[in-house]
């Protein structure tokens, strides 16, 4: 029995050192983010422990708890490869939807999800950023451009957006990861 209770001993100081490494680990990885980012990933911290809590006292169904948690993770996947690619203190507005929810975003006719390219400008609202699979779920995750993007990409379009879904291509690849900076002063 001695020996059963000392390897147990073992195997939970271990477990706890685990955790604690942990723990001290991911404050330190997302330090390497400004102030703005770091809010943004505590934010979905704080979504899903929403959901957390709602669906420990039953007020949603597993289904929606595990639609919500995998939207959650797939944002924060999103917003670590954009932060780190660009190595920016922003992130633009993200809103991850699955293929059912498109009508949430757009006017119909619908966009067909198979059809869209990433870097593509929808509406002159949302730029497609691509596919995300989080969990059982796939999401379509979009930026949503600031007004001076929407006005920009307008007056590049040289018309006005119609009731369909106007598309442009972005320029660079770069322009993905963040907005343009103002160059004119205040």
């Known amino acids: 029995m001695g020996r059963h209770f000392i390897t147990v001993l073992l195997m939970l100081a271990a477990a706890s050192a685990a955790g604690a490494q942990r723990s001290r680990r991911a404050p330190a990885a997302e330090s390497e983010f400004g102030p703005n ?3 943004y990933l505590e934010y979905l911290r704080a979504e899903q422990e ?3 809590d709602r669906v420990s006292r039953r007020e949603i169904d ?8 995998n939207r959650i993770r797939a944002l924060r996947q999103v917003a670590l490869r954009m932060a780190r690619a660009s ?12 293929a059912d ?40 995750v979009f930026a949503r451009l600031d007004p001076y993007e ?7 379009a040289g018309k006005e ?3 369909a879904h106007a598309t442009t291509a972005t320029p660079a690849a770069s322009d993905q990861t963040g907005r343009p900076r103002r160059v004119n002063a205040p």
């Open 37 to 39: 980012v770091r809010v």
């Open 50 to 52: 929403v959901v957390d």
């Open 62 to 69: 597993r289904g929606y708890y595990e639609l919500n948690s």
């Open 87 to 98: 190595e920016n203190d922003y992130l633009p507005e993200l809103v991850a939807v699955a």
């Open 101 to 140: 929810e498109f009508d949430q975003l757009f006017e119909p006719p619908l966009p067909a999800p198979a059809e869209l390219s990433e870097g593509e400008t929808l509406e002159f609202k949302f730029r497609y950023l691509g596919p995300v699979a989080s969990g059982r779920h796939k999401f379509y």
């Open 150 to 156: 929407q006005a920009e990409l307008r007056k590049q």
């Open 161 to 163: 957006a119609s009731g």
